[in-house]
């Protein structure tokens, strides 16, 4: 599967994304370097299969438990302890993210009261956590891409469920105190006057450097396959193809 970001300035003509759509080619349109992802073309190349192997996962207790804990695993170099639930896995992984929000502030030398903050009243949060929260929409944005390019599903999470981007915010955590929350803390030690604009930038400039959207699907993979379910082997799946197939219906069907 290739996925193209069409970042702001980028221009693209009819028929490329026609040409596109037959080779199973993902255009997604974003921010500088996926730092906000706004709308995306055909996820997945139109595949079926690796939508369904995402949701027997997410639908077998025992599979996900096994994925809850690979990440679990994953983001704190450490196995996760025997016998917890997704839910208990859930609660130590709070108490591990406060000891790492803390530890951080202390590096970075930023006064730290807690990850404190109302998605719908930006201006009331402090500084560090204007800067968070700024830093983690870019990371979801990267990482929402990365999902749609590799043909799953955002909203079939593991640890997270229920919410429109929960397998984002899942695979996002296995990134984030590598990557954005020290962005986002050493800009806030600066005292910028447009947090926003300056944590976006960065994350901006990291992604690219450290390129990380090549690290996302390789890490999604391995993550599911902690699950030990064999992957199904669906028949009729689109796959890419430049010659146009006849199709069964009108010139807007995709056939």
Known sequence: ????????????????????????????W?????????ASGQPGGARSDKLL???????????????????FAMRFQEQAPDRRSVNQLRGLE???????????????KVPWKG?????????SGDLPNRCISAATACLYGVCEAGILAAG???????????????????IADLFKFETVVPVAFRVAAGKPVNP??????????????TKLLQRIIPTIEEVLAAGEIAPPEIE????PAIQEKEGIGDDGHRG
């Open 152 to 170: 799953y599903a955002p909203a079939i999470g593991f640890l997270h469920t229920g919410k429109p981007q929960s397998f984002v915010y899942d």
């Open 115 to 123: 990850r404190k903050y109302d998605p719908k009243d930006w201006e």
């Open 30 to 38: 974003t921010g500088e370097a996926g730092v906000r992802l706004y």
């Open 236 to 239: 009729g799946v689109v796959t």
């Open 196 to 209: 926003d604009q300056a944590v976006r930038l960065a994350c901006r400039d990291m992604f690219r450097k």
């Open 1 to 28: 599967m290739t996925c193209i970001l069409l970042e702001p300035g980028t221009r693209v003509s009819h028929a490329a994304v026609v040409l596109a759509a037959r080779s199973g080619t993902l255009l997604v």
């Open 94 to 108: 709070g108490a591990r993210v406060r000891a790492l929000y803390s530890l951080l502030a202390k590096q970075y």
């Open 53 to 71: 192997y995402q949701a027997k996962l997410a639908l077998d207790d025992t599979a996900r438990l096994k994925v809850v804990r690979r990440m």
